[in-house]
Structure formats: structure tokens, C-alpha cells
């Protein structure tokens, strides 16, 4: 049950598009099509931003989309927002255990 | 609206036990399966348990199997966590999630503090 891995940090100017990768194996993101991001500000829940790789949740911005290739998947945040600024998590269904998330990314807009 | 409330949390010494609950209102709650999801201060977020609609399956994180319980209460609308032999290690904001691997609402959190 080892943690899916992100970068601990991304950064970027408002305007700018920022992508944050979420690497695992084939018994998780290379598997199966269960992969989530999720936005979580300090101090509040986590957000659902994408489910199944590339879907949106209703009320989620455009901004926001998901890919995945192999078994590496993708959060790509276009149009960068002040308040885009938080921690992101990506999450997969397992083989082993029901469900493991990244380490985590913090996204800061300078 | 989708709500999930959390209640249970506190400071309690390592060997010790704690029931946390979460209360659901604004869907069906017996339709879904339901996720306890943690995070140790100034960490990530680690999946822990969930368990199915009629509570005929359960899954944890092997870091608490033998020591956490799920279970549900349809009747009540409400999810629980009973926690026993708690360990240091274990104190973080325990939320309460809707869904299985996709967990698309989740409660305000539980603060669980194992010291002595």
C-alpha cells in the first residue's frame, strides 16, 4: 500500500498552465481508470476536482482536467487562479487495498 | 444538500479508545458505500477504512486492521469508527467520505489526539 508519488511543490504565474503528476504502478494508476484529484485549502476538507481520470464533478471549473498515461496520471490547472493556491492529492483504486492516495502537491501562484 | 458531520474526536492515551461518528443527511445514506479518510497534522491524507452499503463489506488500511472497526447504521443515516489500542502514530483529522474510491463529499474532519 505504498503511497502514489507527487512533487511536493509546483508553482506558476496567474494566466499560466501548471500540470502535477501522480506516478504509480500497473496494481493502481496503470490498472485501472479510478484515478481522483482532489483541491484541499488549509484547514478545509478535501475538494473532488476530477474522478474516473478525466471527469469533472458538476460545479468543478474548466480549468481543471485530468489524463492519464501509463501509469503515470495528470492534473492540468489552465488560466492559473489566485485561489487555485492549495495542497493537491491524487487518489487510485488498488489491487491490494481499496484505495491509496499521493503524497500530496502544493501548488503555489507567485 | 449533502452534509456529513463528524462527532467523536479528543485526546485520549496511547491504549486507549475512541468511537467516532459521522451523521449523513441530503441523500440516500444506505445507498452508498462510505470512506473514513485521515490526516496526521501537517501530512497527507491516508485512506482507512470503508465499508459497503449493508455493511456486508469492509476494508482497511493494514496499518489498522485488528485495532479499527467500521460499521454503519443505515437506521440512523450514520457511519462510525470504533478505534481501540490507539497509537501516537494514529492522531490526525479523521473525515468521513461518501463513496468507495471516489469520494466526492466529505465532512469537516475529527481531530483524534493520542498522547500521554
Known amino acids: 500500500q505504498s503511497a502514489l508519488t507527487q512533487p511536493a511543490s509546483v508553482s506558476g504565474s496567474p494566466g499560466q498552465s501548471i500540470t502535477i503528476s501522480c506516478t504509480g504502478t500497473?496494481?493502481?494508476?496503470?490498472?485501472?481508470?479510478?484515478v481522483s484529484w482532489y483541491q484541499q485549502h488549509p484547514g478545509k476538507a478535501p475538494k473532488l476536482m476530477i474522478y474516473?481520470?478525466?471527469n469533472r464533478p458538476s460545479g468543478v471549473s474548466n480549468r481543471f482536467s485530468g489524463s492519464k498515461s501509463g501509469n503515470t496520471a495528470s492534473l492540468t490547472i489552465s488560466g492559473l487562479q489566485a485561489e487555485d493556491e492549495a495542497d493537491y492529492y491524487c487518489?487510485?483504486?488498488?489491487?491490494?487495498?481499496?484505495?491509496?492516495f499521493g503524497g500530496g502537491t502544493k501548488l503555489t501562484v507567485l | 444538500e449533502v452534509q456529513l458531520v463528524e462527532s467523536g474526536g479528543g485526546l485520549v492515551q496511547p491504549g486507549g479508545s475512541l468511537r467516532l461518528s459521522c451523521a449523513a443527511s441530503?441523500?440516500?445514506?444506505?445507498?452508498?458505500?462510505m470512506s473514513w479518510v485521515r490526516q496526521a497534522p501537517g501530512k497527507g491524507l491516508e485512506w482507512v477504512a470503508n465499508?459497503?452499503?449493508?455493511?456486508?463489506?469492509?476494508y482497511y488500511v493494514d496499518s489498522v486492521k485488528g485495532r479499527f472497526t467500521i460499521s454503519r447504521d443505515n437506521a440512523k443515516n450514520s457511519l462510525y469508527l470504533q478505534m481501540n489500542s490507539l497509537r501516537a502514530e494514529d492522531t490526525a483529522v479523521y473525515y468521513c467520505?461518501?463513496?468507495?474510491?471516489?469520494?466526492?463529499?466529505w465532512g469537516q474532519g475529527t481531530l483524534v489526539t493520542v498522547s500521554s
Open positions: 467520505a461518501r463513496g468507495p474510491a471516489t469520494l466526492n463529499y
Open positions: 500497473s496494481s493502481d494508476v496503470g490498472g485501472y481508470n479510478y
Open positions: 474516473e481520470v478525466s
Open positions: 487518489s487510485s483504486y488498488t489491487s491490494s487495498s481499496p484505495l491509496v
Open positions: 465499508i459497503k452499503q449493508d455493511g456486508s463489506e469492509k
Open positions: 441530503g441523500f440516500t445514506f444506505s445507498s452508498y458505500w
